[in-house]
């Protein structure tokens, strides 16, 4: 049990980082102009596959939570919304990130619509850094209470 905490609470602080890194870098991009705007939005190309720790991270707190249910009901519980988190950090995702990012080409085109697609990209990502924090602290709590 001490690995799957321990593994658990590492999977979470590495879907932390790309989530923090949104929440951080909006308040200077948000307002900018579209060319500069559309060079930073490069920087993004391959982090599809955080989408991988992601996954695992539900897997992970999932089992920690069956394994918890025994032995200790409350952090079994603290690990199911830790997981749940999670997935509404990805329903978020596929609803308002997924669809901006499909119409733009991953950020290489660039519709008329881009501004209503940037904020719409920006201030998701924002509330996923907040659910994902969310889980990170769910996980911590479902650990330290032994």
């Not at 909006?26 to 992601?54: C, D, H, N, S, T």
């Not at 119409?103 to 619509?113: L, Y």
């Not at 881009?114 to 990502?125: G, I, K, Q, V």
């Amino acid at each position: 049990m001490t690995m799957l905490r321990l593994f658990t609470i590492a999977v979470m602080a590495i879907i932390l980082v790309p989530s923090g890194a949104h929440l951080f870098e909006l308040p200077a991009k948000i307002g900018m102009e579209r060319e500069p705007y559309f060079v930073v939005q490069g920087v993004y190309a391959g982090w599809a596959l955080f989408g991988v720790p992601i996954i695992v991270a539900v897997f992970a707190n999932g089992a920690l939570a069956v394994l918890e249910r025994r032995r200790d009901r409350a952090a079994a519980r603290w690990a199911g919304v830790a997981a749940l988190l999670v997935l509404l950090s990805l329903v978020v995702f596929f609803a308002w990130i997924f669809p901006a990012n499909q119409e733009t080409a991953n950020w290489t085109r660039q519709p008329e619509n881009w501004e209503a697609l940037r904020r719409r990209w920006e201030w998701a990502h924002a509330a996923n850094a907040l659910i994902v924090f969310g889980a990170f602290l769910a996980t911590c709590m479902a650990v330290v209470r032994r």
